[in-house]
């Protein structure tokens, strides 16, 4: 719809000529480009002013709104608004306003989506309009409730290097201080709001660029950050929670979630990164989902809603809105999946974030693949040690506390004397008992990844018998309830990393003498559900102010990210010396 003349000539008058018409015309005409050339003239510095305004700052939002403030000022305008339209051309993806407080917009509800309405046909003919009552349009569909009313109306285009960006909306322009002037938006409005819109293209463009290049930079440091932390030696669940976690900061997602294969042919979530515990730890996803053989192919798959798309197959997608999935794969290989989900009715993720997020998943897989090559070159070495050792104890220490032992009971036969008889006695069965331990011991060293019992009972006897070597003294232990049947596997599998990150801790830090551990199998969680404690206490130096925390951070993400909690306090040592940590988690 084009702007109305700044004004029309009446129609001739009876017993006039047609050439003093055409005169009067004329003259009208005359004055009032005249008119408008002296409005505009008077209206030049405030136009000026407007546009050292918009063009201040280059962040993108924050220019929106100075563009918005800076239009409803220079036209006198109640209400002013820019609708930025969505990348596909359908419909609005932001929607920034001025002029409406909180509680009101709070009241409205839902913002604006451009797919209906005059706003939906200025995004399809993006043209100058200025109405006098937007309500008597056709194409208006009205307000919702709460909605203040809105009588006149002027939209403007705002073009970023000839594209469209968006739409500029004023409403309800003031009566001005000008005696009679009516509260309509005028031809000098729409040629004031025109030149401010040009402005506004020139300022989104720079607003744009540096956003880009802030996000690109963001991108590659977290790229960065998930390659320094896998190559550092973390384990591998540790591995794959940095990348979780980077992806849902850098992706401004609900949560970051990340995928293996599992024997099915389908996937299960083995880390996830959410400020609320979601219990997605061990969820699988069926072979069947078509979603899951376009991801084992090495496609990348967008959903502009979990909710209602027909190829979820898991209700934990449901609660989500727009997702990205994409593999982690490097030379052909596909190692898992990354997610990064965003909260229902959260913005959709636009194409330089997939195109990023797409990097960013193929570094992090590439990442993955050197760290796990190097956690195996790492692995080699400690096993060839441990084959060493093996030997030693086996050839060197045992034969000679054997020979020590014949010896000592050669002498106790020659004796005579009660009490060395019964001393040397006692002095070869402690022998006997050292080398059934160091038997023990060799045997541990000797066994490998794949052979590890499955009881865990077991395996925390054998965590306690290894870090007996260190720490030259072996520490208590007791179990209460059915651990080994009652347990899962996966949480019993952060216990045993839990107890091995309490005994290297308190090895390398404590100094203690004593140590008990104590594994509960009865506890009852504050939620009501059956639950696991582990106990880790020492009469150690505890723990010093400001020192180190990174294995107790590590202690609680593990319980946190099964529902459980970690914490420690004082130990066992006199005047409550020492450290004591407790873990737990669900069954």
Same mark, same amino acid.
């Given at each position: 719809?084009?702007?109305?003349?700044?004004?029309?000539?009446?129609?001739?008058?009876?017993?006039?000529?047609?050439?003093? =018409?055409?005169?009067?015309?004329?003259?009208?005409?005359?004055?009032?480009?005249?008119?408008?050339?002296?409005?505009?003239?008077?209206?030049?510095?405030?136009?000026?002013?407007?546009?050292?305004?918009?063009?201040?700052?280059?962040?993108?939002?924050?220019?929106?709104?100075?563009?918005?403030?800076?239009?409803?000022?220079?036209?006198?305008?109640?209400?002013?608004?820019?609708?930025?339209?969505?990348?596909?051309?359908?419909?609005?993806?932001?929607?920034?306003?001025?002029?409406?407080?909180?509680?009101?917009?709070?009241?409205?509800?839902?913002?604006?989506?451009?797919?209906?309405?005059?706003?939906?046909?200025?995004?399809?003919?993006?043209?100058?309009?200025?109405?006098?009552?937007?309500?008597?349009?056709?194409?208006?569909?009205?307000?919702?409730?709460?909605?203040?009313?809105?009588?006149?109306?002027?939209?403007?285009?705002?073009?970023?290097?000839?594209?469209?960006?968006?739409?500029?909306?004023?409403?309800?322009?003031?009566?001005?201080?000008?005696?009679?002037?009516?509260?309509?938006?005028?031809?000098?409005?729409?040629?004031?709001?025109?030149?401010?819109?040009?402005?506004?293209?020139?300022?989104?463009?720079?607003?744009?660029?540096?956003?880009?290049?802030?996000?690109?930079?963001?991108?590659?440091?977290?790229?960065?950050?998930? !390659?320094?932390?896998?190559?550092?030696?973390?384990?591998?669940?540790?591995?794959?929670?940095?990348?979780?976690?980077?992806?849902?900061?850098?992706?401004?997602?609900?949560?970051?979630?990340?995928?293996?294969?599992?024997?099915?042919?389908?996937?299960?979530?083995?880390?996830?990164?959410?400020?609320?515990?979601?219990?997605?730890?061990?969820?699988?996803?069926?072979?069947?989902?078509?979603?899951?053989? =376009?991801?084992?192919?090495?496609?990348?798959?967008?959903?502009?809603?979990?909710?209602?798309?027909?190829?979820?197959?898991?209700?934990?997608?449901?609660?989500?809105?727009?997702?990205?999935?994409?593999?982690?794969?490097?030379?052909?290989?596909?190692?898992?999946?990354?997610? !990064?989900?965003?909260?229902?009715?959260?913005?959709?993720?636009?194409?330089?974030?997939?195109?990023?997020?797409?990097?960013?998943?193929?570094?992090?897989?590439?990442?993955?693949?050197?760290?796990?090559?190097?956690?195996?070159?790492?692995?080699?070495?400690?096993?060839?040690?441990?084959?060493?050792?093996?030997?030693?104890?086996?050839?060197?220490?045992?034969?000679?506390?054997?020979? !020590?032992?014949?010896?000592?009971?050669?002498?106790?036969?020659?004796?005579?004397?009660?009490?060395?008889?019964?001393?040397?006695?006692?002095?070869?069965?402690?022998?006997?008992?050292?080398?059934?331990?160091?038997?023990?011991?060799?045997?541990?060293?000797?066994?490998?990844?794949?052979?590890?019992?499955?009881?865990?009972? !077991?395996?925390?006897?054998?965590?306690?018998?290894?870090?007996?070597?260190?720490?030259?003294?072996?520490?208590?232990?007791?179990?209460?309830?059915?651990?080994?049947?009652?347990?899962?596997?996966?949480?019993?599998?952060? &216990?045993?990393?839990?107890?091995?990150?309490? &005994?290297?801790?308190?090895?390398?830090?404590?100094?203690?003498?004593?140590?008990?551990?104590?594994?509960?199998?009865?506890?009852?969680?504050?939620?009501?559900?059956?639950?696991?404690?582990?106990?880790?206490?020492?009469?150690?130096?505890?723990?010093?102010?400001?020192?180190?925390?990174?294995?107790?951070?590590?202690?609680?993400?593990?319980?946190?990210?099964?529902?459980?909690?970690?914490?420690?306090?004082?130990?066992?040592?006199?005047?409550?010396?020492?450290?004591?940590?407790?873990?737990?988690?669900?069954?």
């Amino acid at each position: 719809m084009s702007v109305p003349p700044a004004s029309a000539a009446p129609p001739p008058s009876e017993g006039m000529s047609a050439p003093a =018409d055409e005169a009067e015309a004329a003259a009208r005409a005359g004055r009032s480009l005249q008119d408008l050339s002296t409005e505009l003239t008077a209206r030049v510095p405030q136009l000026l002013e407007a546009m050292r305004s918009v063009g201040t700052g280059l962040e993108l939002h924050t220019t929106l709104d100075r563009i918005c403030e800076t239009a409803a000022k220079l036209t006198n305008a109640r209400y002013a608004a820019i609708g930025v339209v969505a990348e596909d051309g359908e419909g609005l993806s932001d929607f920034v306003s001025y002029g409406i407080d909180e509680a009101t917009a709070e009241r409205i509800g839902r913002l604006p989506d451009g797919h209906r309405g005059l706003l939906g046909a200025l995004i399809h003919q993006p043209e100058t309009l200025c109405l006098a009552d937007l309500s008597t349009d056709p194409r208006s569909c009205g307000f919702p409730a709460d909605h203040p009313p809105m009588r006149t109306f002027l939209g403007v285009p705002i073009r970023v290097q000839g594209e469209i960006f968006g739409n500029l909306y004023l409403t309800e322009k003031r009566v001005g201080a000008a005696p009679g002037e009516a509260a309509e938006f005028n031809d000098y409005d729409v040629h004031m709001v025109r030149v401010l819109a040009t402005e506004a293209g020139i300022a989104v463009g720079n607003a744009r660029l540096y956003e880009a290049a802030k996000q690109r930079e963001r991108w590659i440091d977290g790229s960065v950050a998930v !390659t320094t932390a896998l190559l550092s030696g973390s384990d591998a669940e540790d591995a794959l929670a940095v990348v979780a976690e980077q992806a849902r900061h850098l992706a401004d997602s609900a949560a970051g979630i990340v995928l293996l294969p599992d024997d099915e042919g389908g996937m299960e979530i083995v880390a996830v990164s959410s400020d609320e515990p979601s219990g997605a730890l061990g969820v699988t996803v069926p072979p069947e989902s078509r979603i899951i053989a =376009d991801l084992l192919d090495g496609q990348a798959v967008f959903l502009d809603d979990a909710a209602t798309d027909p190829r979820i197959m898991t209700d934990l997608a449901r609660g989500y809105g727009p997702v990205m999935m994409l593999p982690l794969q490097s030379d052909g290989r596909v190692l898992g999946t990354l997610v !990064t989900p965003r909260a229902r009715g959260g913005r959709p993720f636009t194409e330089t974030e997939r195109t990023l997020a797409t990097q960013f998943a193929s570094q992090a897989a590439l990442a993955l693949m050197m760290a796990e090559a190097q956690r195996d070159r790492e692995r080699l070495a400690v096993y060839e040690d441990r084959d060493r050792i093996a030997r030693d104890l086996h050839d060197l220490v045992i034969q000679r506390l054997f020979a !020590t032992g014949m010896m000592l009971e050669s002498a106790q036969r020659r004796s005579v004397v009660p009490e060395v008889v019964r001393g040397v006695g006692k002095a070869v069965d402690e022998l006997d008992v050292t080398i059934q331990e160091i038997r023990t011991a060799i045997f541990a060293l000797q066994q490998g990844p794949a052979e590890a019992p499955s009881g865990l009972r !077991t395996r925390v006897l054998r965590e306690i018998n290894m870090a007996a070597v260190p720490l030259g003294f072996k520490p208590s232990h007791r179990f209460l309830g059915p651990v080994d049947t009652v347990v899962s596997e996966l949480t019993g599998k952060n &216990l045993i990393a839990a107890l091995r990150e309490a &005994l290297s801790n308190a090895f390398r830090h404590a100094g203690a003498d004593r140590i008990d551990v104590v594994v509960d199998a009865t506890l009852v969680l504050p939620d009501g559900r059956q639950g696991v404690r582990l106990t880790v206490a020492d009469d150690g130096v505890g723990i010093t102010e400001g020192g180190r925390r990174s294995g107790l951070k590590n202690l609680k993400r593990r319980a946190e990210s099964l529902g459980g909690a970690s914490w420690y306090g004082p130990g066992i040592g006199e005047d409550g010396g020492g450290t004591t940590v407790v873990w737990q988690a669900p069954h």
